[in-house]
């Protein structure tokens, strides 16, 4: 149920719509180290790397159980996050993290910019994006100083990456989920991986796992960019399953 209030209501709270559209494949070396230069001051550090260092100890064994009541809740608890599924969107809500595919980003901010507005900039989103009191409520104290969030990964396949994590929060992000190929071309395996795309753990969950349709357009989405390389690694070794989902 989401209120908006009245003079909002021309910006139809879409949390996160991402477009389809592929951005330009950019890999020259150039781009490359122009991104590795960009600043993020938002970034709660000592957060960021209590999360990575959570995700990177789950096994792939404990990833590979059921997704609702095993899976999902160690990985909102890595990204520092609460599990609340009572409560309204926007005061701490967090059954979407990590559901769909688009809202997969660790996210660990410094709480002064977890007020920050959406500007426009990110394709999809909504402008202002008002996600400060719900960060409040859903971070887990000890995760350590700042807040987490399950942010949006749209626009994470170009360089330096545009998404809300990046632009908005001018955060750096603990880790990404990556649904991909997988051996079966299937989708059914996902990838966790740090904020340069090196994969932190992997695992194959059971149950009610978000559908087909939303972990293929995850990957789709970040295609292109750094984050999507990590499929590489879990390819099938009939080199093209067809659709040419080869992580490139």
């Known amino acids: 149920h989401h209120h908006h209030h009245h003079h909002r209501s021309t910006f139809v709270r879409r949390f996160c719509r991402a477009t ?8 020259d070396d150039g781009e490359r180290a122009s991104a590795s230069l960009v600043v993020y001051p938002g970034t709660a550090e000592e957060r960021l790397q209590t999360c990575k260092n959570r995700a990177k100890g789950l096994t792939e064994d ?8 095993l ?12 599990d609340v599924r009572n409560v309204a969107p926007g005061k701490g809500y967090t059954g979407h993290c990590f559901n769909d595919f ?3 980003d660790a996210t660990t901010m410094l709480m002064h910019t977890a007020d920050n507005e959406h500007d426009g900039s990110v394709r999809g989103i909504a402008l202002g994006n008002q996600l400060g009191d719900g960060i409040r409520a859903a971070s887990l104290p000890d995760a350590g100083p700042g807040g987490s969030w399950c942010t949006c990964s749209s626009g994470a396949n170009q360089e330096p990456p545009h998404d809300v994590a990046h632009v908005q929060f001018q955060s750096k992000i603990a880790w990404k989920l990556v649904w991909v190929p997988g051996e079966a071309g299937d989708f059914s395996r996902f990838v966790l991986v740090d904020e340069n ?9 059971t149950g009610n796992v978000p559908r087909v349709e939303e972990r293929e357009h995850n990957f789709r989405m970040l295609r292109g960019g750094r984050y999507a390389e990590c499929a590489k690694e ?5 080199v093209n399953f067809g659709g040419g989902f080869g992580a490139r």
């Open 20 to 27: 389809n559209e592929m951005s330009d494949d950019n890999d």
């Open 71 to 82: 899976v999902r809740p160690k990985l909102l608890w890595a990204a520092g996050l609460r």
């Open 62 to 69: 404990e990833l590979s159980r059921d997704w609702e009541t």
């Open 234 to 238: 879990y390819e099938s070794s009939d």
């Open 197 to 205: 795309g090196k994969s932190l753990t992997t695992g194959v969950p």
């Open 102 to 104: 688009n809202h997969v």
